[in-house]
């Protein structure tokens, strides 16, 4: 059974930062370009973040230069290292295949508020 656990969301003020962790299970991992996606309310599911099984990473233009995604193959984990966060960076938080499967975990939810 395919298992995608995002954790490591919060409530942060403008300007922080969070660490984001995904634990993959149940499935092949490195052979697979995987990505984070974030959906925020009201709006559709979009890639912020991808990185290929060789390591190389590509960002959406709003989030490069303050989001760092990286993945640890023999633990089946990615992570994403998230900086510098805006409000609108508030969205729930999901990892997955790049392009991703029909397997979505619960995701982790992401507020910047003051």
């Known amino acids: 059974q395919v298992q995608l656990v995002e954790s490591g969301g919060g409530l942060v003020q403008p300007g922080g930062s969070l660490s984001l962790s995904c634990q993959v299970s149940?499935?092949?991992?490195?052979?697979?370009?995987m990505a984070w996606y974030r959906q925020a309310p009201g709006k559709e599911r979009e890639l912020v973040a991808g990185i290929t099984s060789g390591g190389y990473t590509n960002y959406a233009d709003s989030v490069k230069g303050r989001f760092t995604i990286s993945r640890d193959n023999a633990k089946k984990a990615m992570y994403l290292q998230i900086t510098s966060l805006k409000p609108e960076d508030t969205a729930v938080y999901y990892c997955n295949r790049s392009p991703p499967s029909n397997y979505w975990g619960q995701g982790t939810q992401v507020t910047v508020s003051s």
């Open positions: 149940g499935t092949f991992f490195s052979i697979y370009a």
